[in-house]
Structures are given as C-alpha cells and as structure tokens.
C-alpha cells in the first residue's frame, strides 16, 4: 500500500452492487449565497489593510526568529496588541521578494515557532501569531522557556469562549471578529515588508483556525491562495452533539443565530472567495465532519481543491507535517511548480454501481472510499476499493454496494500527491 494512504481502514464486503442511484452533495464550485442568508461584513477593511504599527516583544522568545507585537483592531475604545513570531528563509530571496504564509492556530493553540520554520524550510517567510490574547506557553512545538499556557498581556484582545461563547456581545468585543481582524492585519504587515512579495502572500489554518481562514478568504481578497486545515464553515450543520449545542434549539436566539450566519460562519463568506484554496482534513476528524468539510470547499467562489486523507490526527503538528500537499499546492500556485491533480465530480452508474471520475494530470493510481454505516459522521466506518486509472479517467474495479451511505474517490498523482473528489451522498 502507498504511503500517502496513511492506515488501512476497516474492510467490509466488496460485492458487486444491485441499483445505486446516487446524489452529489454539492456540485462544483458555486457563486451563490447561502440560502436564506445575506451576508454582513462587520470589519473596517480599509483600516486593516493599513500596515499595522510594530512593537518589540522580549517576553517569549524563539531561537531564528524575531518576537513582537502588532497592532490588532479596537477593543473596548483601546488598541490590541497581537504577539507573533516572524522569519524568512535563509539565502538570497527571489527575484520581487520571498512567499510568504500567515498561519492561524487552533483552539487552545498560539503562535508557533516551528510553524514558522516549517515553511522557511519550503522557501517562504511566515508569521504566526496568537489569537486570543496570550502570549505563547507550554512545551510543544518549539515554543521555549516553560512558561505556562494561556497567560494574557497587558494590550490583549479577547479569549475565546467555547463555541460562540461570547455571542451576546457586541460584534466588536466578540472573539471571533478580532481573530478574524488580527489574521487581515498580518496579511497587511506582510505586505509592506520590502523583502516580501506582496503577490505571493497565502493564508492557512488549523482547526479553529481553517474556520478563521475561510471567512477571511471572503472579506481579504488579497491572499494568493487559502489552505483550510480540518476546520470550515455550516457548523451549525454538524451532527456532531459537541457542535450542535451551541446552535438553536438549546443555544443562540434567533438574533444571535443570525448573527452568526450572516457575518462569522465562512458559509457567508466563501462565495466571495476568488482565490484559489485547498482543502485538507481526514475522513474521520472528529470535530468538522467530511459532509460539512465537503459543502465548505464547494461553497468557495473560486477553484477547490480537496485533500482528505483516510485517516489524519486533529492536531496542529499533524495539520502541517502529515499532508505535503500543502506545500506542493503552495508552490503551484506562486512559484511555479507543478500542480495537484484535478477530478471532475464522480459518476456512479445506476445500474451497475461502478464509480467514474474524469481526471487532470499526471495520474498514477486511485481509490474509491466508500460508508455503508450510517450515524454521526465521525463514527462511520469506511472502506477502500482499487480503481483502475486509465488515460484522464479512474474507474473503480466493482460496483459500489447497495447499502453505500457515500462515497469519494482519492486519487494520486505520480509524485503521491493525493487529491480527493466531492463526496458523493446516497439518496434517501
């Protein structure tokens, strides 16, 4: 088995399939808004694309990279400051400047040093900066000195609170609005930076931070490219009970579900997004689900690309080590390099249940990912079928089952670059 294909997952029955008649969740990239929802935009764009002022910062820092402090949007009537750690590659930098990538933490994340040098290691300046108001702590990656977690400063915006905790606030006070706020700001400090190409700056996120990112791909045009890390948008849509809570009946009045739809859920945003984005996740992230992950990347106004792996720990070290394709796609789009493969939307034959999907690129081998379970998404149990890759197609070697739930095809390139398919969801 390649690699790329992480673990075997669980096998089922692979019989040829009776009658399979079958939906696409969501078709190719659409330009439309959400149903039901118009969106609002409750930052001042032309003040956060001002580079922000700079302050040093010698409370954390990091070995081969500079500490500081830059300045956030107002929280009650007083300027934020947002630590970051800052560096670009070692050498002389490309003709017009280095690439450059801002990088937004998770839940319970700050900024990371060995983030920041990941992708100096790819050849791009990066800045990764703490968005809740902390300076960093704790012993992972690369973060020095032991100091403890979750420790504010004296400038610092709000801490998030759960999901939508602070819902009650107003816009400019809620944590959400300054996340978003502190991740266009650093867009700005990038850019006016002489040793950086400001035509070549990207933006990724991890968790919590792919939700940050994907609104941010709506309201900051200036991103080159957009990498969502596990996180996405329509949360209120997750079957998942953890997400659900914070969402109407039990959570949110109708004004502050509405709210939340029209100006912090990406849903609202990703149909302005022209930008090229890739989207990487696993078939059972236990916090934002393949269907939701699925609808995100196709609710985006410009090309999706989607990578979801069979298996990929929810972690920050694992959302930016574990998927290479991260960088691949990064360098295909300012650099140059060669690009990911790309996959029509999957047809299932009705009567035969056999899978075909139309590829771009150079195609190497290909997988069918098939559920007959049903349930929470993040409980299922998937199985793997082998395709036969034949010039610009992949075509599964059986029929999908009768009982199949949904299916998606994850296809490699000659390089084992994995590319993944829009998930198909069977008829009700």
């Known amino acids: 088995m390649n690699k790329g294909r992480l673990r075997t997952v669980v096998a089922v029955g692979l019989g040829m399939a009776a009658a399979l008649m079958m939906m696409v969740c969501a078709g190719p990239a659409v330009s439309a808004e959400p ?45 934020t400051w947002v630590f970051a750690y800052f560096a670009i590659p070692n050498g002389k930098p490309p003709a017009g400047g280095w690439p ?11 900024a990371y040093p060995e983030w920041v040098k990941k992708w100096n290691k790819q050849g ?78 990207g933006l990724t996120g991890i968790s919590w931070g792919g939700t940050i990112v994907g609104t941010v791909a709506g309201v900051d045009p200036r991103f080159a490219f957009v990498i969502p890390v596990y996180g996405g948008g329509f949360i ?9 809570q914070w969402f109407p009946p039990k959570n949110m009045t109708a004004k502050q579900f509405r709210d939340y739809r029209t100006k912090w859920d990406p849903a609202a945003h990703l149909p302005h997004a022209k930008m ?40 920050h070290g694992d959302g930016w080590e574990e998927a290479w394709e991260i960088y691949a796609f990064a360098d295909s789009i300012v650099r140059g390099g060669p690009p990911l493969l790309s996959l029509e939307r999957p047809q299932v034959d009705p009567k035969t249940g056999v899978v075909h999907v139309k590829c771009t690129g150079d195609l190497k081998m290909a997988w069918v990912y098939f559920t007959t379970s049903g349930g929470q ?3 299922r149990r998937w199985a793997e079928m082998a395709c036969d890759v034949r010039e610009n197609e992949v075509i599964s070697r059986k029929g999908l089952p009768k009982e199949t739930k949904a299916s998606i095809v994850n296809a490699y390139d000659k390089r084992d670059g994995l590319v993944t398919s829009e998930l198909i969801v069977a008829k009700r």
């Open 236 to 244: 209120h849509e997750s079957d998942n009970p953890g997400l659900a």
């Open 35 to 79: 149903k039901g929802v118009k969106r609002e935009i409750p930052w001042d764009m032309s003040a956060l694309s001002k580079a922000p002022k700079v302050y040093p910062a010698r409370e954390r820092p990091a070995k081969g990279m500079r500490s500081l402090f830059y300045e956030g949007a107002a929280y009650k009537g007083k300027v």
């Open 276 to 315: 090229p984005m890739l989207w990487v996740s696993s078939l059972a992230d236990p916090v934002f689900s393949v269907d939701i992950f699925n609808r995100s990347a196709q609710a985006a106004g410009g090309p999706s690309t989607l990578c979801v792996r069979p298996w990929m720990v929810h972690a």
């Open 377 to 379: 998404w993040k409980g």
């Open 100 to 110: 450059a990538v801002v990088c937004a933490h998770g839940g319970g994340g700050t």
């Open 124 to 201: 791009y300046a990066a800045i990764s900066m703490d968005l809740e108001g902390h300076l960093p702590g704790g012993k992972s990656h690369h973060v020095e000195g032991n100091f403890p977690t979750g420790i504010g400063h004296k400038n610092a915006g709000p801490a998030r609170i759960d999901w939508f905790g602070d819902r009650d606030l107003p816009d400019k006070e809620q944590w959400f609005y300054h996340a978003v706020a502190d991740v266009i700001r650093a867009n700005s400090l990038l850019r006016s930076s002489p040793r950086i190409n400001p035509k070549k700056i």
